[in-house]
């Protein structure tokens, strides 16, 4: 059964605090992408990455980094966190190669910024 | 005008109906096509993909690709309240890449 797993489901954290959020596949697969979900917003990229030590901004990336130092894990970082960066933060990995391939989804981490 | 746009509903239908989700894109790249559903609280779940132009059906669910008016669909037959749920469209240009998601339509099924 694949799998990709998030670290957490929920947290709390402090204005200006730095967060870490954590996400692990175990699909062995070269692409892995960080989501925000908002409503009436949809899915929005954050960074992605195509390999170990590469990132790509998406299309909100201020405010955020990523680091990916192994294959199987992405970790998304909040510099200095913000109520505006309050979300449900979704990761995924996905297969490259010339084949259908579905991105497939961590559970999401909701994340409150107070 | 964003890439991928999709009508956020809510759409209500009772148990049984023909539902019918759409998407339109602007990016002539993309050729491949997903509709993830998501429920309350869960991360998106592959429903269904098909590449370039065409017809898939996989039971209840059909899912229409229309290259040439930059337009899918997803067609739900005998809708159950179990199919209440988020539903999302996602495109790509290549295999492997990011995917660019619609907002997504929120649908509810009543028994």
């Known amino acids: 059964d694949v799998k990709v797993t998030q670290s957490s489901r929920y947290l709390v954290k402090r204005t200006g605090e730095k967060v870490f959020l954590e996400c692990v596949q175990d699909?062995?697969?070269?692409?892995m992408f960080w989501y925000r979900q908002d409503p009436g917003l949809g899915l929005r990229l954050i960074y992605f990455?195509?390999?170990?030590?590469?990132?790509e901004k998406g299309d909100i990336p201020e405010g955020y980094s990523v680091s990916r130092e192994k294959k199987e894990r992405f970790s998304l970082i909040l510099e200095s966190a913000s109520t505006n960066q309050t979300s449900m933060y979704l990761c995924?990995?996905?297969?490259?190669?010339?084949?259908?391939?579905?991105?497939?989804f961590g559970q999401g981490t909701r994340l409150t910024v107070v | 005008q964003k890439e991928v746009e999709q009508d956020p509903g809510p759409l209500s239908v009772p148990e049984g109906a023909i539902v019918s989700l759409n998407c339109t894109y602007s990016?002539?790249?993309?050729?491949?096509f997903m509709w993830y559903r998501q429920y309350s609280r869960k991360g998106p779940e592959l429903l269904m993909y098909?590449?370039?132009?065409g017809n898939k059906e996989d039971g209840r669910f059909t899912a229409q690709v229309d290259k040439s008016s930059k337009y899918i669909s997803l067609f739900i037959r005998d809708s159950q309240p179990s199919d209440s749920a988020t539903y999302l469209c996602?495109?790509?240009?290549?295999?492997?890449?990011?995917?660019?998601f619609g907002k997504g339509t929120t649908l509810s099924v009543s028994s």
């Open positions: 990455s195509y390999d170990v030590k590469m990132k």
């Open positions: 990016n002539s790249a993309f050729q491949y």
């Open positions: 995924a990995s996905r297969a490259s190669g010339p084949l259908i391939t579905e991105a497939f």
């Open positions: 699909m062995d697969h070269e692409n």
């Open positions: 996602a495109m790509s240009a290549r295999a492997g890449t990011a995917l660019i």
């Open positions: 098909t590449y370039s132009s």
